[in-house]
T-cell receptor, first 115, second 114 residues
Framework: AQKITQTQPGMFVQEKEAVTLDCTYD???????LFWYKQPSSGEMIFLIY??????QNATEGRYSLNFQKARKSANLVISASQLGDSAMYFC????????????FGTGTRLLVSP | DTEVTQTPKHLVMGMTNKKSLKCEQH?????MYWYKQKAKKPPELMFV???????INESVPSRFSPECPNSSLLNLHLHALQPEDSALYLC?????????????FGSGTRLTVV
């Protein structure tokens, strides 16, 4: 079974600074995908970034990058140049790449960006 | 169209009511999902439909009844719910559950059971 662990219930960062949100995972399956989602107070789940287990390079999407360390089973999200609009709940999630698998979520990290 | 549309956005229902949540996607995705999210918790999977057939039921109580009338539409029928069923219900779809295309979520239905 897959498991995702996010150990930071809350994080604070000042506007324009970078912040790292931690995520570790556990699976015995060699083929899997790792996702980060942002959930504002409105409730929608906004896809941010994806990393496949066989991808050689770390994923980047604009101000978001994923620091993928396979041996350590970690997939940390780095947000550069934080903006006030980045304040939200952030979830790390994982699915196996065999058929239609479920997406398993970590407990989330609430990020607060201050002016 | 790259959206998953959920209706209604908010729903208040009594414990004796019957109501339905609706989810629609027109991306040609083969799988559709229902997740339940309690306040301050991560989403938890309830059901997965793949190719319009129920493929995963995470031991959900029978007062929740999913239905997939066609490949674009997913319903969740609610009957005799309890106050503890109050939550955000999220629908998602995926082409094949893999890759960067991954999963597209709707904006959710906030359900309150009184």
């Amino acid at each position: 079974a897959q498991k995702i662990t996010q150990t930071q219930p809350g994080m604070f960062v000042q506007e324009k600074e970078a912040v790292t949100l931690d995520c570790t995972y556990d699976t015995s399956d060699p083929s899997y995908g790792l996702f980060w989602y942002k959930q504002p107070s409105s409730g929608e789940m906004i896809f941010l970034i994806y990393q496949g287990s066989y991808d050689q390079q770390n994923a980047t999407e604009g101000r978001y990058s994923l620091n993928f360390q396979k041996a350590r089973k970690s997939a940390n999200l780095v947000i550069s140049a934080s903006q006030l609009g980045d304040s939200a709940m952030y979830f790390c999630a994982m699915s196996l790449n065999t058929g239609f698998q479920k997406l398993v979520f970590g407990t989330g990290t609430r990020l607060l960006v201050s002016p | 169209d790259t959206e998953v549309t959920q209706t209604p956005k908010h729903l208040v229902m009594g414990m004796t009511n019957k109501k339905s949540l609706k989810c629609e996607q027109h991306m040609g995705h083969r799988a559709m999902y229902w997740y339940k999210q309690k306040a301050k918790k991560p989403p938890e999977l309830m059901f997965v439909y793949s190719y319009e057939k129920l493929s995963i039921n995470e031991s959900v109580p029978s007062r929740f009844s999913p239905e997939c009338p066609n490949s674009s539409l997913l319903n969740l029928h609610l009957h005799a719910l309890q106050p503890e069923d109050s939550a955000l219900y999220l629908c998602a779809s995926s082409q094949d559950g893999q890759g960067a295309g991954g999963y597209t979520f709707g904006s959710g239905t906030r359900l309150t059971v009184v």
